[in-house]
């Protein structure tokens, strides 16, 4: 390789995110005597565009034809997605393909994949989606992030000024294109979405059988960009991912709102045995543990290490110690000094006693439900294969039969049959109470079903089917508001589900509200793909087939995904 294109490789490794190796890297490569050039390689990998911009423009002027200028241009135009001039630029540059971060063959992925997007902006956030029914998923994406964003700008006292954009991606394969993660990286650990290169990647909830929670997703890597940001990338992963996972519900109310029973009871499990996934097993990414498993229980501990630091201190603590590690102090000296601590250690042995005594969500023994991809050959969803999660054998046969019951159009003896099976396991389990409540309510038990509905919730809250139930009864009853909320709760799990959006537009219409009542409508119809119908409500808008399934088009009801939906 000659000493300019060494050169070339090594100012392109600068541009990765590694902001800790960058000033040895930049003093070891040939013609480092450059300062424009290291110091706009060192802002890329702080992922810092603003200064970025400021050295690399006036050379990207000045110097057209140089193939440095132009390899750092072409990274920075595509972190600001500008994938052709990216391509091009990197193109021109003659650097060299594979090995590390492959920008040009990254920047080629991305201008093919989001070649036909739409766009769609708010005052902080721009969405570029695939044309088509990924439309409805918009307006409560920016609405969420820029929710989130004010929140954050509480907690942390700063957000980035600049717009960020989101990508929907259709599914793991292009997720895997756009990033250092391989597919099976992704579907191993259950990874969904990724904060990388100054974007939000979200894949969306139509490439997965039972959709997921997308809108926590969104809202947990922005969360990753406003730290990285705010700490020029310096942050370690555990308290990066911890950060994210607890302010991930802070667009809708309280930090911290996010443990699962599922992941609350493989924590208490871990803690007995002595099996915690330690703080460097997380490292350098969460998306590279080896199962959903893990990831869940390593979400677990870091959300509650951070919710820990927050009981101690609150936000003050937090920012705290992200002014020591962006002022490149390590973690291990940054938290213990914020704390008034000896040393790590120390903070270890507290977080460890506070896990031993924190009280944990109710519901645990019910299984993690993994994400399943579509696309997934591995793994494809069958026929009665929601009752795996029953362990009681025989109410797995009283649920089959209320099934066979249900495809028959008998409505009474399905809820005699799922009556069984509740009374063997209660209404934890989703599936279960949620065909349970549909048959009561179609065979004119409403009381019933209502009284089911409710007590499953409890602990499975954002189980979409239970909710789209206690919207058909609050719709009934003419309880707008009850009806909207129970909506909105199963559309943030599954947003493809045109009934959700024929609720949404009933109460929206019985409210007063004309114009959100006309943007449903046209969602539940977009959904339908059957514009000459009206979307109603009831099992038969909904789309539910023979099997609990959903009809080709929709989105199916399930459970929401207690594993690893997100990734740094």
């Known amino acids: 390789m000659t000493t300019r294109l060494a050169f070339l490789a090594a100012a392109l490794a600068l541009a990765a995110p590694a902001a800790a190796q960058v000033q040895g890297a930049a003093e070891r490569a040939p013609g480092h005597a450059d300062p424009v050039l290291r110091q706009a390689a060192a802002a890329l990998a702080d992922e810092d565009l603003a200064t970025a911009r400021k050295e690399l423009e006036p050379e990207l002027q000045r110097r057209p034809d140089d193939p440095l200028v132009q390899a750092l241009g072409g990274v920075l135009r595509f972190h600001e997605q500008r994938y052709a001039e990216a391509a091009e630029l990197l193109s021109r540059s003659g650097v060299p393909s594979g090995g590390g971060l492959d920008y040009l063959a990254l920047a080629k992925a991305a201008l093919e994949i989001t070649r036909d997007h739409q766009k769609a902006e708010s005052e902080h956030f721009r969405v570029s989606y695939p044309p088509g029914k990924d439309e409805v998923l918009v307006p409560y994406l920016l609405e969420a992030l820029e929710a989130q964003r004010a929140a954050l700008q509480a907690d942390l006292g700063w957000v980035p000024p600049e717009k960020v954009t989101i990508e929907i991606l259709t599914g793991t394969r292009q997720l895997a294109r756009l990033s250092t993660l391989t597919e099976e990286e992704i579907r191993t650990s259950g990874t969904i979405a990724l904060c990388k290169f100054d974007k939000l990647m979200i894949v969306s909830p139509k490439a997965l059988a039972r959709g997921y929670d997308w809108l926590d997703t969104a809202a947990h890597e922005y969360t990753h960009h406003v730290v990285t940001q705010r700490t020029r990338n310096n942050t370690p992963i555990w308290l990066h991912e911890g950060i994210a996972k607890w302010s991930e519900s802070r667009w809708r109310g309280a930090g911290g709102d996010s443990l699962s029973p599922y992941a609350g009871a493989l924590l208490k499990k871990a803690l007995q045995r002595g099996k915690l996934v330690t703080f460097a097993e997380m490292h350098p990414s969460m998306a590279k543990l080896p199962s959903q498993e893990a990831a869940a ?272």
């Open 297 to 568: 229980l390593a979400f677990a501990e870091v959300m509650l290490a951070v919710e820990y630091l927050q009981k101690k201190g609150g936000p003050p603590l937090l920012s705290r110690i992200l002014e020591r590690v962006a002022g490149a102090i390590p973690v291990e000296r940054a938290v213990p000094e914020a704390m008034g601590l000896a040393d790590f250690d120390a903070f270890e042995a507290e977080w460890r006693r506070y896990l031993a005594v924190r009280p944990l969500p109710a519901g645990g023994d019910v299984a993690l439900r993994q994400l399943q991809f579509l696309d997934d050959e591995r793994h494809k969803p069958t026929a009665h294969a929601e009752w795996a999660e029953i362990p009681d054998e025989k109410a797995r046969g009283f649920a089959r039969l209320g099934e066979i019951m249900r495809e028959r159009g008998k409505w009474s003896a399905a809820r005699i049959e799922y009556g069984k099976a509740m009374r063997r396991v209660g209404p934890r389990h989703g599936v279960l109470t949620a065909k349970y409540a549909l048959a009561a309510l179609q065979s004119g038990h409403e009381a019933e079903a209502e009284a089911a509905l409710a007590e499953a919730v409890k602990t499975n809250p954002h189980h979409p089917a239970l909710q789209v139930n206690l919207g058909r009864i609050k719709v009934k009853k003419k309880d707008w508001s009850g009806a909207r909320e129970a909506f909105l709760l199963a559309n943030r799990i599954d947003p493809f589900d045109p009934e959700i959006h024929a609720g949404l537009a009933a109460a929206a219409e019985a409210t007063g509200d004309a114009t959100l009542a006309a943007r449903e409508q046209r969602f539940a119809r977009l959904l339908l793909a059957r514009p000459e119908r009206s979307p109603s409500l009831g099992p038969a808008a909904a789309g539910v087939g023979p099997h609990g399934a959903r009809a080709p088009g929709t989105s199916p009801h399930g459970g929401a995904p207690a594993g690893n939906p997100h990734g740094k």
